[in-house]
């Protein structure tokens, strides 16, 4: 399972409140990603890490912001969550061998907004 | 810029079928194309992937898929289906910008299983 762990796994928010995920990984991957499920579109990338400190924007990045302050922990942020943000939420990480990149996702949060 | 099309979000076969499910890939550069299974409530498992090392790939469960440049398809096959196979199939694509690349997703495609 490329040793990704998320927290919480599922959560209930309201309106207009913050909310943060987290993704945690223990095999020192340079890169993470952070990614949301909403049915009829697949899987789009909100932001990613390719390193400490070093984010950039994804497809769907508007209302979420990022931080990675260590290698292990990357983490998503809703200053003020909106009903259009209840998704799935996963992380991922990839993996290289060689020349070959490989994306393995964690087990997802669930978040849900009133 | 990439982008995926994976034909039918619904696919019904029978027990024992063929399974056949197809994806179709845009991209500006040599893709790396891969193949993703999501049981229900659960999060993405790695059927498999192609990485231009050979056009036929196989992955795990008895799946393959064959990636084709001409038709810039790269569907998803297995011979005989099982119930067990029932869940939700992504197909995706990312550049050769190494790790920056996030990945690009089809819609999905459920595949469910007649006894």
């Known amino acids: 399972d490329a040793g990704i762990t998320q927290s919480p796994r599922h959560k209930v928010t309201e309106t207009g409140t913050p909310v943060t995920l987290r993704c945690h990984q223990t095999e020192n991957h340079r890169y993470m990603y952070w990614y949301r499920q909403d049915p009829g579109h697949g899987l789009r990338l909100i932001h990613y890490?390719?390193?400490?400190?070093?984010?950039d924007k994804g497809e769907v990045s508007d209302g979420y912001s990022v931080s990675r302050s260590k290698t292990e922990d990357f983490l998503l942020t809703l200053e003020s969550a909106t009903s259009s943000q209840t998704s799935v939420y996963f992380c991922a990480i990839s993996e290289s061998r060689g020349r070959q990149e490989t994306q393995y996702f964690g087990p997802g949060t669930r978040l849900l907004v009133l | 810029a990439q982008s995926v099309t994976q034909l039918g979000s619904h696919v019904s076969v029978s027990e024992g079928a063929l399974v056949l499910l197809r994806c179709n890939y845009s991209s500006s550069v040599p893709p790396y194309l891969f193949w993703y299974v999501q049981y229900p409530n659960q999060g993405l498992q790695l059927l498999l992937k192609y990485t231009s090392a050979a056009t036929l790939v196989k992955g795990i469960n008895g799946f393959e898929a064959e990636f084709k440049k001409s038709e810039t398809s790269f569907h998803l096959t297995k011979p005989s289906a099982h119930m067990s196979d029932a869940a939700e199939y992504f197909c995706?694509?990312?550049?050769?910008?190494?790790?920056?690349?996030?990945?690009?997703f089809g819609k999905g495609t459920h595949l469910i299983i007649q006894p």
């Open positions: 995706a694509v990312r550049g050769s910008g190494g790790g920056a690349d996030g990945l690009t």
């Open positions: 890490s390719y390193g400490v400190k070093d984010t």
